[in-house]
């Protein structure tokens, strides 16, 4: 087999899994994304990488070069030039250094992100595919047929797993030094200890899984999407088990994870969705729809500072776009009102009630929430006890309520005006008016 057909086998098992070929209910979102911009972006882009940092992505384009996107700006700040048929990018925000694979030369390229120049080209024993670094150690790991590679600096050193022919992607856990490969031969997910280069465990997963897989640092998970079987598994990274899965329709393809709302976001290219899936529960929010771009492609990523997404989209126009995706939270969180102690007051004079002034306290995390009461505070209260609701209602329509009492005791003794004195002759012996007669 030729170079040119090896090479060209394994791009196009890439792009097609990854949902480039179009091959239940829906739960309410807690959060809502939207797209709020598109960055225009030269021909053949396939995957991208977000610097949190410094505000910029990087894309790798299948034509030999990255482009460098400011998002602050929304606009390419620089290109740069690579090795032939690049396909993968990762990055070290500790060092803001970017490394990306080409398949056709099978070269890691490292790129300092500072002055967006490469710094050195790694020659690689295989074909690459997906690169991925883990921060802590600078070393960087690239999948590649049943090997993955570990780089540290210029050297190479392979990690070859027993069993697997097709690793696609790779992800790291820093924090405890794992790394997870995928093979879409085995249908496995392979953990290596980075300490001693090691297979430790091998999870199965549904099959299909040749996209990017994504980490949790924080919560200990490993998100890997399975194209063929359409579901996204969410693996403990503590136990090497599945602890969560969502299916999907469609062809899901690439995921990021966004931690600042606890989302999975899948891109799924066959109905030209953004998949947003609970990490909570793992159950599918609304998605968003990109049709009205055209389709959405297998690459993303996430500003964890800015908790912006950013997707690959290709127009109906052929155009290739960087789509930003912004969260906006909708609240369902009620406001807090706390009501006034309960009032005991008299009638005013000459009255049967009182005029009684009162205020509720409320508070929202929006910072605007609105208060009525029945009745209202001014209002005149009668005699007795009345019952008092104050309801506070913030902008997204959540209303909380509380109540006290009101009671108006009569202390005012009543007046007593007699009638006029009369005067009453004597019409009998005793002198008294026996009154009306018969």
């Known amino acids: 087999m030729s170079v040119r057909t090896t090479l060209r086998s394994a791009l196009v098992s890439v792009l097609a ?3 480039l070929v179009a091959g239940g209910s829906v739960a309410i979102a807690a959060t809502t994304p939207t797209i709020t911009a598109q960055i225009a972006l030269p021909p053949y882009p396939q995957f991208l990488a977000v610097n949190s940092v410094t505000n910029r ?68 024993p295989t074909t690459p595919l997906l690169p991925a670094v883990n921060p802590a150690t600078g070393r960087v790991y690239v999948a590649g047929g049943g090997e993955v590679d ?45 300490n001693t280069n090691a297979v430790v465990a091998a999870i199965p997963v549904p099959a299909g899984t040749y996209t990017p897989l994504d ?7 490993v998100f890997v999407v399975s194209s063929t079987d359409r579901m996204l598994s969410v693996i403990d990274a503590t136990t090497n088990t599945i602890v969560g899965q969502t299916s999907f329709i469609g062809s899901p393809s690439g995921v990021a994870y966004e931690p600042g709302s606890d989302t999975i976001y899948v891109t799924n290219p066959g109905i030209a969705w953004l998949e947003n899936v609970s990490g909570a529960t793992y ?19 996430v500003n964890t500072h800015t908790h912006v997404i950013y997707a690959i989209a290709p127009s109906f126009s052929g155009q290739m776009y960087l789509v930003e995706v912004s ?26 009630g009182r005029a009684v002034t009162f205020a509720f306290t409320a508070s929202d995390d929006s910072g605007s929430v609105t208060v009525a009461s029945a009745p209202q505070s001014g209002a005149t209260f009668p ?56």
Do not use: W
């Open 215 to 221: 980490v949790d640092v924080a919560g200990n998970r």
């Open 327 to 352: 969260v906006v939270a909708v609240d369902t969180t009620a406001p807090q009102i706390t009501a006034p102690a309960n009032i005991a007051t008299t009638t005013a004079p000459a009255t049967c």
């Open 17 to 19: 899994v990854a949902g």
């Open 150 to 194: 570990a780089v540290s600096g210029t050297t190479v050193q392979r990690i070859f797993v027993a069993g697997a022919a097709s690793i696609t992607g790779v992800a790291v856990d820093p924090n405890n030094n794992r790394i997870f490969a995928s093979d879409q031969t085995t249908n496995r997910v392979y953990v290596i200890d980075g």
């Open 383 to 438: 005699k007795g006890t009345t019952s008092v609701t104050g309801t506070a209602t913030d902008p997204s329509g959540n209303s909380a309520t509380a109540s006290f009492t009101v009671t108006v005791a009569d202390t005012e003794p009543p007046t007593l005006t007699p009638p006029a004195d009369l005067v009453v002759l004597a019409t009998s012996a005793t002198g008294a008016d026996p009154g009306p007669l018969g």
């Open 57 to 124: 992505a990087y894309v790798a384009h299948l034509d030999d070069k990255i482009s460098v996107v400011d998002l602050g700006t929304r606009s390419i700040v620089a290109t740069i030039p690579t090795s032939a048929g690049l396909i993968g990018i990762t990055l070290n925000q500790n060092t803001n250094q970017v490394y990306a694979t080409s398949l056709r030369s099978s070269m890691l390229t490292i790129i300092d992100g500072a002055t967006n120049s490469v710094q050195a080209v790694v020659p690689l």
């Open 283 to 301: 159950t599918r929010r609304t998605p968003l729809s990109f049709i009205s771009i055209g389709n959405i492609s297998h690459g993303i990523a």
